[in-house]
């Protein structure tokens, strides 16, 4: 009762157009109501089928207290199961990825086939019934080749995603992708900050100098805006420059919610890279450069940002109420050579290091939300995204 | 108000035959009641008399927040103190074992003898009354030279277990045992998950290559039985055989819960050891190996298992609601000298090897148990002794 | 409501003359009360004006979790700014010290002057009022060249210390002092525990050998109050040994706590060092050793020892309910020359020796302050101000 209370007076507290209250990065309650209406109902990436192949491939995906193994089926089909045997709880499969047979627990040796199904269980009774006790199963859905996972009992819709960005899939190539490296950044600050960075780009010129020498983004709204209306007047490109803005509080009813839209680079750019120069061999269908960056994001937690030779993919999973975790998976053309077409120290640079400032920033951020002095602050128009997310967070914890 | 209602609510829910919800390893009203009703109130291990041969020595046995000096007094008798001093709490005692006068406590100096009797106070008022400021002392009984220590104001009895099991301790002589080595296995997980994992030798078979080579009780039920039937049919040995089943929620009202039992070994093997090989000289009044291993069990988180030329205790203690220790100890006959008689390093192999695992085992299921998707799970046959523990469990904490 | 019930059951249940319940160093309620009512209120000890000589000098002061930019002005006056910017509350100066001409947020380049005034919001709309976007001001107040902070919005007068004391600010020389070095011990226990160890001189003798060996009040009571009495008819110098005894809950209304006493040396003592040798230039108006130290206080977490060389400042400050750090500062005449005048390592021997005895005591009481079995304990006349601490602070919380 008295926790509702709390969390309803600051739920009520809130002012659209301003930062957040302290008490929304500290208190535990509240986070289990995140857990529970976010990250248990919305879609998340969970990774690329390029990972799994072949009949038996898995790989598993982690975040706060959950396992889920991720493997493709006997029918070729992708199937997501909760790591936690029906026994005595244990996680049933320990290794991060890998190809199996079968899940046999370690601990009593239950063993689970490859949907799940519980297929050997020793010296259990006769009234066992094997049938009742496979694996949780999450739902997986897949999108021009990204496996997106919900673990909701009745997930919200993809379709209209599906629909209006299935040109852009095929554009740039996404069943055709694959997965070059995924590196995991620890953050030690309430997931929400981190998520709030990557809201905006009002920081990108104090805060990244690579980046802001690469997106015109970064530039003074004035020059944006100019730019961004020369690009969509001169592309000539197949590539899509129509947004689609359905994100966080944007999105439809029973509708997860996405966004699409395409940006200019500052002029001379080519790719998110040192200098702005090629690192890969070019996505899909595109026959040239357009010094442009497509951006895509799916559910509240999960973004993509196209260069036309290489993709990110960005995740943001809590761990705990004062922990979070950056994924970033770097994709390039399925055909692409390792050595030979591209160079991981070359490809990953620039957002490697873009993540490293950030995670600094974010937590000098945490540190000042955790004074006692601090009190939301008033947003400028370049976090107009920012206040879509917050807006929508408000109603999720509602 | 609310967390007692919480706590009701959780064992209202308690289904026998089946594993705990996960709330009942992460509430920490519950671990505060657990700490009061099992630890501050059964009888524990705390080590054995021939660690304190002279008067004056002493170790510390130290658990949760707690420390107690276990010490031989001017009488030759056992004394328990708590390690806390009368006049600001300081710790009095900062080695873990040694010999000493009496104790003083470093902050400021007062001293205590080794019946815990305050004997020096500096500079305090005439009206101060050291015969009131001893320190706190706690419950001590021997049980065949093994110091078993209880914390609660009125202790269970430990007389039918003493009166039961006089002819084990005897045979093995109990009495003339000396420690060899104790270590202490940190476990990162809650009691409860590491004390049900010695419950039950289920996971035997799976987790622990080598005890099963040594224990018939690894195979599957119906050849133990068989060769159990067999063992007790041949046996011709003084060392009984007959079982005592009073641990647990089959205790006798007043009495602490207690067990006996003996078991045949793997033909061929000898002792619990690299292919059951011997290790030490034979107990007490033991004059050949027979294949067999005796189990004893005293209150609910000490645990010995009797091979014929040495002797392991167990004991499970709480460090927090998520942390845990197991300590190890291995027993051999008094006279046994070490480096001649037995080496330290063949002695410990196979416990060092098998607690080793079953830590991973236990942190394994305590990161699934921890998953919004666990959920109790049906136990086996195999489980029944964990079954009278959960059964035990869920009456001590109502 | 529950918790605040049990804050006053603990306050009710409070014994003048015995120690704390362990609940009081526990209960993160009370805590949170602690860092309002006493460490968001009273004054603290930040620094001394020599540490920032220059317009745009600045250096880090940081508690719990606050950060506070402590700097000179255009106008030369001493400011203290929330290091928390008005936009998204990210710290906004990361060095501990430097020079600066204005304090640039990292994460969006809002630009704040020397006085905290918002100077710079980039973008933001015409309807944002920059002259409300200042950085939040503490209070500062110089007595003797000291910096003193306060949070408070209305804070305790200084005036009646100001006006007692300065006659000893005078005679020591604070205005011409100089900060030779600064070092923090975090000690991983509850504040008070080390608040309390510093109170008193019960422990000096036992815990301290080689501070026991300078200062007279280590001795037994009835031979210090024999050489205090010897010490005050004899003195002839200019130097104060009259006391003010206005700690604690001994506080004029309005005012804040404070105190002053001169205590002698042991014969022979010239300084807190090694032997008592002297370890650099006599202060201020001092022309001889005198065998003696004077004690100073301000508000209850801010100490000063005035040898007659050299003065220890001592800082008392929470970093969590279970962690405070104590901060040593050393101060020496200003026109000392390091290197030839006085040397570092020999300058802090004694004290840095001492802190960390201290460390280790208040460590062990916190882990006896920890046990079931603790209760609190009768304190000796000897420790009387500690006596005060307590008084005051169940005043301070109630």
């Known amino acids: ?232 007047k001169t592309s000539e490109s197949n590539i899509r420059t129509k947004p689609s803005s359905f994100y966080f509080d944007l999105a439809k009813d029973g509708q997860e919610g996405y966004q699409y839209d395409r940006n200019p680079l500052i002029k001379g750019m080519m790719s998110g890279s040192k200098g702005g120069k090629p690192v890969a061999p070019l996505l899909g269908k595109l026959e040239k450069y357009e010094c442009a960056a497509s951006e895509f994001m799916v559910g509240p937690v999960t973004f993509f940002l196209i260069y036309d030779d290489h993709m990110l993919g960005y995740r943001f999973l809590p761990t705990s109420l004062d922990e979070c975790i950056c994924d970033l998976f770097w994709f390039v053309r399925g055909d692409a050579v390792e050595g030979k077409d591209y160079d991981l120290e070359t490809l990953t640079w620039l957002w490697h290091e873009t993540i490293l400032d950030d995670e600094k920033i974010i937590i000098d951020n945490k540190k000042g939300v955790d004074s006692h002095f601090y009190k939301p602050g008033k947003l400028s128009d370049m976090e107009a995204m920012e206040q879509h997310f917050l807006d929508w967070y408000i109603k999720s914890i509602s």
């Not at 207290?65 to 005595?88: P, W, Y």
């Not at 673990?151 to 095929?170: G, K, N, R, W």
């Open 1 to 232: 009762m008295k926790s509702e209370n709390s969390i309803s007076k600051l739920i009520k507290g809130y002012k659209p157009g301003y930062s957040l209250e302290q008490a929304f990065y500290k208190n535990p309650d509240l986070y289990k109501k995140e857990i529970e209406n976010i990250f248990h109902k919305h879609w998340i990436l969970a990774g690329h089928i390029s990972q799994i192949p072949e009949v038996g491939d898995f790989f598993l995906f982690e975040f706060a207290n959950e396992s889920i193994i991720v493997t493709r089926s006997k029918d070729g089909s992708i199937k997501a199961l909760l790591n936690v045997c029906r026994h005595r709880g244990s996680r049933v499969c320990l290794e991060d990825k890998g190809n199996a047979k079968a899940f046999t627990c370690p601990y009593h040796a239950w063993s689970f086939d490859l949907d799940g199904k519980l297929i050997a269980a020793r010296y259990m009774n006769d009234d066992f019934d094997k049938s009742e006790n496979g694996l949780h199963r999450a739902h997986v859905e897949l999108a021009g080749g990204l496996i997106f996972i919900s673990l909701a009992e009745h997930p919200l819709s993809l379709s209209q995603m599906q629909d209006d960005l299935a040109d852009v899939f095929d554009q740039f190539g996404f069943d055709n992708m694959k997965l070059a490296i995924q590196k995991t950044y620890p953050i030690n600050a309430n997931w929400k900050l981190a998520n709030e960075n990557y809201q905006e780009c009002y920081h990108c010129a104090p805060s990244h100098k690579d980046f802001a020498k690469i997106h015109a983004m970064a530039l003074n709204p004035a020059k944006f805006d100019q730019q961004k209306e020369t690009f969509l």
